[in-house]
């Protein structure tokens, strides 16, 4: 069995892994931003057609102990790098690390790419040039204290990058981000889901890919499909069998709202390369003024947070009146809202019954989970 390493946005690495066990994937384990597994080569084409929370799927291709950068030259040199990629293809090589007792990474990448085309030339003359914006292969280096780790990244573009997204408003959630929050919501298809603040409508294309069970990689293509171990056959089955599966629910009780109509036009835009524009309701609507789609569902948002002072304050002025709005016409709902605003624990008027650590990037987010009761009606019983 091959050894694997899939990252993802920290905070869901319990999703990713149990996607990952879902897939039949051995071995699986959790650690910070991602989750090793082992499986089959062709375990790591699943994977990449086939999971929500990923961001990439490395294939480990080395592993040992060093002292300094020239052990790492020398065990990236030995490797069979040849036949894996062609001298054809470029290259790109990442280095990253914790507490490794290195000069710079950036002297480290040197030393993995020289070994890499070293490698190459005395075998062939020739090397690979390298490709740091569009690379056929992308090598990944990962260092601790005493160790390193090699890896052939399958992916290629990261696959958040699902092919679908034609227009994003200015701070777009990342696909996988937005999947990832709905699984951590349990939302399943047909209970009742609303965007109230959908932007150019992340959360409900995700959540309308997850109800056609549409394949989020179907669109793109992959870095495995440039290695010289590619087997098209397999693939193509894959994808066969991917495609026959989708289907479109007659009704995806699936709605999404904005204050403002420029945002529901990216939303439109962008269900529409899913073709799902007449699946997905979409409204012009402020939250504060707008009733509940349904009796009872979930509710998932990522309002605006200011980074200007004035738009600070402004936001903060906007979450009582929320915590209001979702208190008076949304019991019966439980809402989650993600943001990396924390003062909004505090200023919407609700009780959390979870928070949920979550990173959008580099930036530390909130996943608050309210449970929505009438107060009224909670005197009465």
Same mark, same amino acid.
């Given at each position: 069995?091959?050894?694997?390493?899939?990252?993802?946005?920290?905070?869901?690495?319990?999703?990713?892994?149990?996607?990952?066990?879902?897939?039949?994937?051995?071995? %699986?384990?959790? !650690?910070?931003?991602?989750?090793?597994?082992?499986?089959?080569?062709?375990?790591?084409?699943?994977?990449?057609?086939?999971?929500?929370?990923? @961001?990439?799927?490395?294939?480990?291709?080395?592993?040992?102990?060093?002292?300094?950068?020239?052990?790492?030259?020398?065990?990236?040199?030995?490797?069979p790098w040849r036949s894996w990629f062609a001298v054809?293809?470029?290259?790109?090589?990442?280095?990253?690390?914790?507490?490794?007792?290195?000069?710079?990474?950036?002297?480290?990448?040197?030393?993995? =790419?020289?070994?890499?085309?070293?490698?190459?030339?005395?075998? /062939?003359?020739?090397?690979?040039?390298?490709?740091?914006?569009?690379?056929?292969?992308?090598?990944?280096?990962?260092?601790?204290? @005493?160790?390193?780790?090699?890896? %052939?990244? /399958?992916?290629?573009?990261?696959?958040?990058?699902?092919?679908?997204?034609?227009?994003?408003?200015?701070?777009?959630?990342?696909?996988?981000?937005?999947?990832?929050?709905?699984?951590?919501?349990?939302?399943?298809?047909?209970?009742?889901?609303?965007?109230?603040?959908?932007?150019?409508?992340?959360?409900?294309?995700?959540?309308?890919?997850?109800?056609?069970?549409?394949?989020?990689?179907?669109?793109? @293509?992959?870095?495995?499909?440039?290695? /010289?171990?590619?087997?098209?056959?397999?693939?193509?089955?894959?994808?066969?069998?991917?495609?026959?599966?989708?289907?479109?629910?007659?009704?995806? /009780?699936?709605?999404?709202?904005?204050?403002?109509?420029?945002?529901?036009?990216?939303?439109?835009?962008?269900?529409?390369?899913?073709?799902?524009?007449?699946?997905? !309701?979409?409204?012009?609507?402020?939250?504060?003024? +707008?009733?509940?789609?349904?009796?009872?569902?979930?509710?998932?948002?990522?309002?605006?947070?200011?980074?200007?002072?004035?738009?600070?304050?402004? !936001?903060?002025?906007?979450?009582?009146? +929320?915590?209001?709005?979702? =208190?008076k016409k949304y019991a019966g709902w439980t809402a989650?809202?993600?943001?990396?605003?924390?003062?909004?624990?505090?200023?919407?008027?609700?009780?959390?019954?979870?928070?949920?650590?979550?990173?959008?990037?580099?930036?530390?987010?909130?996943?608050?989970?309210?449970?929505?009761?009438?107060?009224? +009606?909670? =005197?009465?019983?």
């Amino acid at each position: 069995m091959e050894q694997f390493f899939a990252t993802c946005p920290r905070g869901l690495e319990g999703a990713l892994k149990d996607e990952l066990a879902g897939f039949g994937a051995h071995n %699986v384990s959790e !650690v910070a931003g991602g989750v090793r597994f082992a499986g089959e080569f062709g375990l790591c084409y699943q994977v990449n057609l086939e999971s929500r929370v990923a @961001s990439r799927v490395l294939w480990q291709v080395g592993h040992g102990e060093y002292r300094s950068e020239q052990d790492i030259y020398e065990a990236a040199r030995a490797l069979p790098w040849r036949s894996w990629f062609a001298v054809d293809n470029s290259i790109r090589v990442d280095v990253s690390a914790i507490r490794a007792p290195v000069k710079s990474l950036e002297f480290v990448t040197l030393r993995v =790419k020289d070994a890499v085309c070293d490698s190459y030339r005395a075998a /062939t003359g020739r090397r690979p040039d390298v490709d740091t914006r569009a690379p056929d292969a992308r090598i990944h280096a990962f260092l601790t204290a @005493s160790e390193f780790t090699l890896y %052939v990244d /399958t992916s290629g573009e990261p696959l958040f990058k699902r092919g679908y997204r034609k227009s994003a408003g200015e701070a777009p959630l990342r696909e996988n981000l937005a999947a990832g929050i709905l699984r951590l919501a349990s939302w399943q298809p047909g209970t009742p889901l609303l965007d109230p603040m959908c932007g150019s409508g992340t959360f409900l294309c995700e959540a309308a890919l997850i109800a056609m069970d549409r394949a989020p990689g179907l669109d793109r @293509s992959f870095g495995f499909e440039k290695l /010289t171990i590619f087997d098209a056959d397999a693939w193509n089955t894959l994808k066969r069998a991917a495609y026959s599966r989708i289907h479109v629910p007659t009704e995806l /009780t699936i709605y999404g709202s904005d204050r403002y109509g420029e945002a529901l036009k990216l939303a439109r835009i962008n269900l529409a390369a899913l073709k799902l524009e007449d699946h997905v !309701v979409l409204k012009q609507a402020d939250i504060v003024e +707008m009733p509940a789609p349904a009796a009872s569902g979930v509710l998932i948002t990522n309002p605006p947070y200011g980074v200007r002072l004035q738009d600070q304050e402004a !936001v903060a002025a906007l979450y009582p009146k +929320m915590g209001d709005a979702l =208190k008076k016409k949304y019991a019966g709902w439980t809402a989650y809202i993600f943001t990396a605003d924390l003062r909004l624990a505090k200023l919407i008027g609700l009780a959390p019954s979870r928070r949920t650590p979550l990173y959008n990037g580099a930036l530390e987010c909130r996943l608050f989970e309210f449970r929505l009761v009438a107060g009224s +009606m909670r =005197k009465k019983a």
